[in-house]
């Protein structure tokens, strides 16, 4: 039963990796790459820790686990803010292509 | 230790503690490295002092954490979607998020819960005028799209003040949702 559950855990934790590539290569401009590769990975990285975390047997590697999901959660946000934010302020970002831009009135 | 440096020890035993789970065994050996490199990590690189910003209320915390858990996984589902359609045209925007109350906690709370947040990113905060400029993967078609993608992310502010908004606040949020009719 732990078997199936972490099995679903982890490959779905690789399939929403697997998208993050695709996205990387199917978006046309920097911020929408920055979605596809930042996002769906920080569910994906929770997802295969938990599921790995059922097949490890020590406490200590768990906790190891966990501080692996927690730096995710918290570096992931602040690179993407500052890649997204120097892509705007430097133009490289298609800023042409927005539908509204409020940040520019 | 000096009293003025005494807010950094919180820092060390963070760091400690990282420092053991890292290695596995809260040995002593363990314990009194990671003391020594907490110690040496916050004099060379002084972590900044934080002004005290109210009591953190754990079961608004909580409802927090819990809507944000869905948000992550709605939004993961739909970025994929919107990954797996490549012909689906995608309408890219830059939307101004004002924020009610302008505590640093809270805007780092929110912008960080938002960045995290499938097919939404912080592109700036302006910490004056307490406004964060989302950029969004695709706001959709329709006249009030945008207005759509602010009201959901104000869903959020709404539940971060509740759990880390000042008391001053928290209070005035409260009464704007009261005479708005609970939203």
Redesign the interface.
Known sequence: MTDVLSAVLLLSGVS?AL??G??LV???DV??R???A???T??GVLLVTVGASLQVD?G??R??L??VAAFQ?LT???A??MI??AA?RTGAGAID????????D | MTMSRLHRLPMVAWLTV?WV??W??PSAANVLGGLAVGAGVVALLPPTRVPSQGLVRPLALLRFLGFFAFD??R??AR??G???C?RHQ???????VPVRGASDRLLTLL?????????T????VDRPRSTL?V?V?D?GGGPDA?EQVRASILRVERLAILAVGSADCRKALLEDTGQAGRT
């Open positions: 929403l998208i993050a695709l996205g199917r978006f046309p911020f929408s920055m979605h596809a930042t996002k769906p920080t569910l020590s200590d590697d906790v190891k966990l501080l959660f992931a946000p602040v993407a803010h997204g934010r705007y292509e927005l539908v509204v831009d409020e940040l520019r | 990282v789970g890292l596995g065994l992550l996984m939004a993961s970025v994929a919107q990954v797996l490549p995608l309408r890219q925007a830059v939307v101004a912008a960080n819960a938002i960045s995290l947040t499938p097919g990113l912080t592109l700036e400029y950029h993967l706001v945008v």
